[in-house]
């Protein structure tokens, strides 16, 4: 099974810091999707980058898709402890029936 | 109105017994899912149903059970639950093939003892 490579697992920062975390896949993705599951609740999905080199923002979260379609990043700017929860990326089913998850990065933002 | 709903959020149960998680969506997705969360927090594919139709049926072991009404509803039952089928299952919808996301129930907690 295809797994989605996410770094760093764990990440605990302080309120106000900037912070990236990044997905990878030795295969291209047809695109690629960013959810953010916090304590309790199911994955929401953020965004779906297509195009290789998009960019998207949403409010302070910038997603960026790899020139090549193999990586994406997620920076979040001045992050609140709102932004806590569980970062998932995802490659959305195209020629498959499955979507496939990377495992995930655990973001902690202390006040 | 709730998009994805399932039922209950917390199950705790004894070992042996058999139960049944509710999922439903008002959402007018043509395809539903089930998914197990461990510790790990990784989330792995149990099965998934597209218009009443089983497409997905991973390796999981056959007391799992999983039984869509119509295209609103998928359940799952659970026979001779095991101290390994602890973990937290999500119920999700989705328009198959769209490239939209999936939408989440908040999750059932199963706590077996």
């Known amino acids: 099974t295809q797994l989605l490579e996410q770094s760093p697992q764990f990440l605990s920062i302080q309120e106000g810091e900037n912070l990236t975390v990044y997905c990878n896949s030795s295969?291209?993705?047809?695109?690629l999707q960013w959810y953010r599951q916090e304590p309790g609740e199911g994955p929401v999905l953020l965004v779906t980058?297509?195009?290789g080199g998009e960019v998207k923002k949403l409010k302070r979260l910038t997603f960026q898709f790899g020139d090549a379609r193999k990586d994406s990043s997620l920076h979040i700017t001045a992050a609140q402890p709102g932004d806590t929860g569980l970062y998932l990326c995802?490659?959305?089913?195209?020629?498959?029936?499955?979507?496939?998850w990377g495992l995930g990065t655990s973001l902690a933002v202390n006040p | 109105d709730t998009a994805v709903s399932q039922t209950p959020k917390y199950l705790v149960t004894q070992m042996g017994n058999d139960k049944s998680i509710k999922c439903e969506q008002n959402?007018?997705?043509?395809?539903m899912y089930w998914y197990k969360q461990d510790s790990k927090k990784f989330l792995k594919i149990m099965f998934s149903?597209?218009?009443?139709?089983?497409?997905i049926n991973e390796t999981v072991p056959n007391r799992f059970s999983p039984k869509s009404p119509d295209k609103a509803h998928l359940n799952l039952h659970i026979n001779s639950l095991e101290l390994g089928d602890s973990a937290v299952y999500f119920c999700?919808?989705?328009?198959?093939?769209?490239?939209?996301?999936?939408?989440f129930g908040s999750g059932t907690r199963l706590t077996v003892v």
């Open positions: 959402l007018g997705h043509d395809t």
């Open positions: 295969s291209v993705f047809s695109s």
């Open positions: 980058v297509v195009t």
């Open positions: 149903y597209n218009n009443k139709e089983l497409i």
């Open positions: 999700a919808s989705s328009h198959h093939g769209s490239g939209d996301g999936y939408t």
């Open positions: 995802a490659d959305p089913p195209f020629r498959t029936r499955k979507l496939i």
